[in-house]
């Protein structure tokens, strides 16, 4: 039985190839519930698909992401793939489906399911929530690389897929909180969310008025912003990651495909 550790670890990047693995597997790493209420008649997020392109340094990439929806909520997909340069250095892939469910605490992770073959740890997660909404916790059960896992939670935890919509919907209901959790395997932590300010972003795609969210692990000089589009009902058309100062991640809208799922 394993149980995951809320001690964070810091994992240094000494050359090209530890620096891909690394950048590319936390855009990914992240989903799910039990206790579901009633969807509302119209969706609050739109299904889509949609394609960044992904760049680190003179590394390139591409991630992939699809949003369906489901009977108590959404289902999401996301795929990222190295390319070129990045392919050969960093190898691998990483895919991930998040179920999440509508409750009266937002969207709230249900199952979710990894493969990682790029980050160093070569993560593979099978995670299934159970919550109680009335004293906001729950429990996670499920398999971690063959061990099994059952790990109690005393708080709302959103894996990366459901953290990225969760804010998008609090955006969009201007209830957006000032701290999230973040559950990656092993671990949880808890990101200090900032609202950076409007502006207009030009991407492959096109140019859009976007709203920037900013988060930030506590005790970290890395961050994490998300570009959001209120005209393709905030969905990021950037996704930005800083260290320092220092760009080290861009991934930036280049096909967007609504569907009536």
Do not use: C
């Not at 550790?5 to 597997?25: C, P, Q, T």
């Not at 519930?33 to 969807?39: D, K, N, Q, V, Y």
């Not at 489901?70 to 996301?78: I, Q």
């Not at 999230?180 to 300010?197: C, N, R």
């Amino acid at each position: 039985m394993r149980h995951f550790s809320h001690v964070s670890r810091n994992v240094e990047v000494v050359n090209d190839s530890m620096r891909a693995k690394a950048l590319f597997a936390p855009v990914l790493l992240t989903g799910l519930i039990g206790l579901a209420e009633p969807s509302p008649a119209e969706p609050l997020l739109t299904p889509h698909a949609a394609e960044y392109k992904v760049r680190i340094s003179i590394l390139s990439g591409r991630l992939s992401t699809r949003l369906a929806g489901t009977d108590d909520g959404y289902e999401a997909m996301y795929l990222v793939q190295p390319k070129g340069l990045a392919a050969v250095i960093a190898g691998g892939k990483i895919e991930a489906t998040s179920n999440f469910v509508d409750t009266s605490r937002g969207f709230l992770p249900d199952r979710h399911v990894t493969a990682d073959s790029i980050s160093r740890d070569k993560i593979q997660a099978a995670l299934d929530f159970d919550w109680d909404l009335e004293t906001a916790s729950g429990v996670v059960t499920g398999e971690l690389n063959g061990e099994d896992v059952e790990q109690p939670l005393d708080n709302i935890v959103h894996d990366f897929v459901t953290l990225q919509y969760e804010i998008a919907r609090d955006l969009k209901n201007d209830t957006i909180k000032d701290e999230y959790v973040l559950f990656e395997p092993d671990e949880l932590k808890p990101l200090s969310i900032e609202t950076v300010g409007s502006d207009r972003i030009e991407v492959p795609y096109g140019e859009f008025e976007v709203i920037g969210v900013r988060h930030q692990r506590k005790g970290s000089s890395r961050t994490t912003t998300f570009w959001f589009a209120p005209e393709l009902d905030y969905l990021p058309v950037v996704i930005e990651r800083h260290r320092k100062g220092k760009t080290l991640f861009r991934a930036v809208l280049d096909t967007y495909t609504a569907s009536s799922e």
